[in-house]
């Protein structure tokens, strides 16, 4: 398996342009994650999906923000307009259960930067 | 939500030392999970340990669970410069939520 894909890897965008980040989870993994890294904040959940339905979604910062599973194999998290406090680095992981238990993997990260 | 913190929160060391590092959660969980971050990349699974194991080994790192203290080690021996990077730790429970807590262990291993 090619792991967890995410594209693009770096996005550079001006403020109040929308903006899509992509996710391939590892097949056969039924949770997806997305999360957000900044130094000030360090890793931040925002949302998580079960079998393509969201069930978490509190850690999203604000309505601007939404994120979308349409099949077990996509997923996407759009930030709509975006602003220049949105500049992280996004992570997408999926989860998938193991003999030792659920464990977690991570794509390596979509770098936003919002002028 | 998150559960715990990991420290120290930053270890710095010479090359060869040993380096511990320790996390901390909240709630029962079906296991751990010990990840890697070398500075601008992603986050590398290290090593897992299940709730009903104690100790753990996958080459010079050794990982310890303490349900009953809800806190876990993970121990690098003989370390080496590429091993410059903070470490992060993760809880799963039983339904598969993952949370990663903390801002980590910055670790420096000085050449």
């Known amino acids: 398996d090619a792991g967890v894909i995410q594209s693009p890897r770096h996005e550079v965008t001006e403020m109040g342009q929308e903006v899509t980040l992509r996710c391939k989870p590892i097949?056969?993994?039924?949770?997806l994650f997305w999360y957000r890294q900044t130094m000030m904040r360090g890793l931040e959940l925002l949302i998580y999906?079960?079998?393509?339905?969201?069930?978490?979604d509190s850690g999203m910062p604000e309505d601007r923000f939404s994120a979308k599973m349409p099949n077990a194999s996509f997923s996407t998290l759009k930030i709509q307009p975006s602003e220049p406090r949105d500049s992280a680095v996004y992570f997408c992981?999926?989860?998938?259960?193991?003999?030792?238990?659920?464990?977690?993997?991570f794509g390596p990260g979509t770098r936003l930067t919002v002028l | 939500s998150q559960q715990g913190e990991e420290d120290p929160q930053a270890l710095s060391i010479q090359e060869g030392e040993n380096a511990t590092m320790n996390c901390s959660y909240k709630?029962?969980?079906?296991?751990l999970q010990w990840y890697r971050q070398n500075s601008g990349r992603g986050l590398v699974h290290l090593i897992l340990?299940?709730?009903?194991?104690r100790e753990k080994h996958s080459g010079r790192l050794r990982v310890t669970l303490d349900t009953s203290k809800k806190s876990s080690s993970l121990l690098i021996t003989a370390s080496r410069a590429a091993d410059t990077a903070s470490y992060f730790c993760?809880?799963?429970?039983?339904?598969?939520?993952?949370?990663?807590f903390g801002p980590g262990t910055r670790l420096s291993v000085l050449p």
């Open positions: 992981a999926s989860t998938g259960w193991t003999s030792g238990g659920y464990e977690q993997f």
């Open positions: 097949s056969g993994h039924d949770y």
């Open positions: 999906f079960n079998n393509n339905v969201p069930i978490d």
């Open positions: 709630t029962s969980i079906n296991n």
């Open positions: 340990i299940r709730s009903n194991e």
């Open positions: 993760a809880t799963a429970d039983n339904y598969g939520q993952n949370f990663v």
